[in-house]
């Protein structure tokens, strides 16, 4: 049974700084590709950042180059992402979402049509003010 559980979002001023984790639970392989990615209700969902664990490989969105780091901890089977410079823009839902691929995969990931059949977290809030 794959499980995502998110956690860390909330609510911060401008300029704030807020970690998000994503614990990932149920994936045979340990080469994966794991990231965030948010929407706000009315558009169209953004990737925000990604990582391939099994490597160095890791993918950012322009808008937040230089402010969010993603990291991973292989012995807790998390994802985290380190949100700096935090902007009014940034607000919104953000997901965990990961793919199971025991290859590099973030081509992938990035592919609209197979986000579809990831396996997704319920979702944690981002609101900056």
């Known amino acids: 049974h794959v499980q995502l559980v998110e956690s860390g979002g909330g609510e911060v001023q401008a300029g704030g700084s807020l970690r998000l984790s994503c614990v990932v639970s149920g994936y045979f392989y340990t080469k994966n590709c794991i990231g965030w990615i948010r929407q706000v209700p009315g558009e169209e969902r953004e990737e925000v950042a990604a990582i391939y664990t099994g490597g160095a490989d890791t993918y950012y969105n322009d808008s937040v180059k230089g402010r969010f780091i993603i990291s991973q901890d292989k012995g807790e089977n998390a994802v985290y992402l380190q949100m700096n410079g935090l902007k009014p823009e940034d607000t919104a839902r953000y997901y965990c979402?990961?793919?199971?691929?025991?290859?590099?995969?973030?081509?992938?990931?990035?592919?609209?049509?197979?986000?579809?059949?990831?396996?997704w977290g319920q979702g944690t809030q981002v609101t900056v003010s």
């Open positions: 979402a990961a793919l199971q691929a025991n290859n590099p995969c973030l081509d992938m990931w990035l592919d609209k049509k197979i986000q579809s059949l990831m396996d």
